[in-house]
T-cell receptor, first 109, second 113 residues
Framework: QKEVEQNSGPLSVPEGAIASLNCTYS??????FFWYRQYSGKSPELIMS????GDKEDGRFTAQLNKASQYVSLLIRDSQPSDSATYLC?????????FGAGTILRVKS | DAMVIQNPRYQVTQFGKPVTLSCSQT?????MYWYQQKSSQAPKLLFH???????NEADTPDNFQSRRPNTSFCFLDIRSPGLGDAAMYLC????????????FGDGTRLSIL
C-alpha cells in the first residue's frame, strides 16, 4: 500500500464548476497535510495546508480533513482554465513530506 | 522577495560525467531537501539536511551526494550520471516542525546524453 494515494485522473470539469480532489494516507499518526499545485514543467506550489479535522477555506479553495477516515480533499470552486494542473497531496512524516503521485485536473472553457 | 533559487534551470551532461546542481535560499530555513521527479511521478526525496545534520533516504543511490556548506546553500552532486538519472531535480526548504510546509525552487531539468 502506498503511503499517500490519489486518483491520477485526469479529472475534467467545465469552467465555473466545483472540482473535487481526493487523497488517502496510510500513517494514522500523520498530523500535517498539504496540497500543492504543479503546472507542467514547473515546481510544486503550496496552495493549502490543514492540520485539524474539518474544513479550511482560502478564497476559492477548501481543504477538508477527516483523520478517522485518513482522508484529505481539496475543493476548487468556480474552476478556471488556469486551474488546470496536477494537484499533489502531501503528508508530513517527521521532517519529511510524503507525496502522492498527483491528480491531473483539466478545466474546460 | 525571499525565495529558493536553483541553478541552472536546465543542465545537459554526458553519460558518466559528474554534475553539480545548486540551490540557495533567502528564507533562512534550517531544513533543505533534494527531490528527484520523473514525468508523471511524485517527487521522490533523495536526502535532507536539518541544519548541518545530513539525512539520506535508504533507497537513494550512492551515486547521489550532497553538501551544505552553510545555511543558505545546498548542492546535489551526481558522480556518474546514468540515463536513468534524467529527471527534474527539486530543492525545497522549510522551518523545522511538523506543521511547516516546504517551499520549492523552480527546479533543474537534467538531461543525459
Amino acid at each position: 500500500q502506498k503511503e499517500v494515494e490519489q486518483n491520477s485522473g485526469p479529472l475534467s470539469v467545465p469552467e465555473g464548476a466545483i472540482a473535487s480532489l481526493n487523497c488517502t494516507y496510510s500513517d494514522r499518526g500523520s498530523q500535517s497535510f498539504f496540497w500543492y499545485r504543479q503546472y507542467s514543467g514547473k515546481s510544486p506550489e503550496l496552495i493549502m495546508s490543514i492540520y485539524s479535522n474539518g474544513d479550511k477555506e482560502d478564497g476559492r479553495f477548501t481543504a477538508q480533513l477527516n483523520k478517522a477516515s485518513q482522508y484529505v480533499s481539496l475543493l476548487i470552486r468556480d474552476s478556471q482554465p488556469s486551474d488546470s494542473a496536477t494537484y499533489l497531496c502531501a503528508v508530513r512524516n517527521g521532517n519529511k513530506l510524503v507525496f502522492g503521485a498527483g491528480t491531473i485536473l483539466r478545466v474546460k472553457s | 522577495d525571499a525565495m529558493v533559487i536553483q541553478n541552472p534551470r536546465y543542465q545537459v551532461t554526458q553519460f558518466g560525467k559528474p554534475v553539480t546542481l545548486s540551490c540557495s535560499q533567502t528564507l533562512n530555513h534550517n531544513v533543505m531537501y533534494w527531490y528527484q521527479q520523473k514525468s508523471s511521478q511524485a517527487p521522490k526525496l533523495l536526502f535532507h539536511y536539518y541544519d548541518k545534520d545530513f539525512n539520506n533516504e535508504a533507497d537513494t543511490p550512492d551515486n547521489f551526494q550532497s553538501r551544505r556548506p552553510n545555511t543558505s546553500f545546498c548542492f546535489l552532486d551526481i558522480r556518474s550520471p546514468g540515463l536513468g538519472d534524467a529527471a527534474m531535480y527539486l530543492c525545497a526548504t522549510s522551518r523545522g516542525g511538523v506543521s511547516q510546509p516546504q517551499h520549492f525552487g523552480d527546479g533543474t531539468r537534467l538531461s543525459i546524453l
